[in-house]
């Protein structure tokens, strides 16, 4: 349960991913930081898995704020991001989560975003 001064933005319970794609815009402009967690619990041999948060622009385009390393394996991935973080970028208003999974694999994973 997240601290009381934190807001969940996003979760999703553990599920199968065997496809790239990505959330619905998510509101972020009433916090300063985002905490970005994956917990990877099965993935398939031979997949990648990429995590991306990104910031979508004046233009409607997405922004990379964050970019997973290539995943293999099972494990967390967390990130910190906002002003005087680990990952020290602007966020704007909305975000997204995107995926990349590699073609006909999967992988099982549970993914959440607090903002503070």
């Not at 293999?72 to 975000?95: C, K, P, R, Y």
């Amino acid at each position: 349960m997240p601290a009381s001064n934190e807001q969940n933005k996003y979760s999703a319970a553990s599920a199968v991913y065997s496809a790239n794609g990505y959330t619905a815009d998510l509101f972020v402009g009433d916090v300063t930081e985002l905490a970005f967690d994956a917990d990877v619990t099965a993935i398939d041999v031979g997949c990648t898995l990429n995590l991306y948060v990104e910031r979508k622009g004046a233009d409607g385009n997405y922004y990379p704020i964050f970019s997973s390393a290539a995943i293999t394996a099972v494990g967390l991935v967390s990130q910190s991001i906002g002003e005087g973080l680990s990952d020290n970028a602007s966020f704007g208003n909305l975000v997204r989560i995107r995926w990349t999974v590699t073609a006909s694999k999967t992988a099982t994973m549970s993914i959440s975003l607090l903002g503070k």
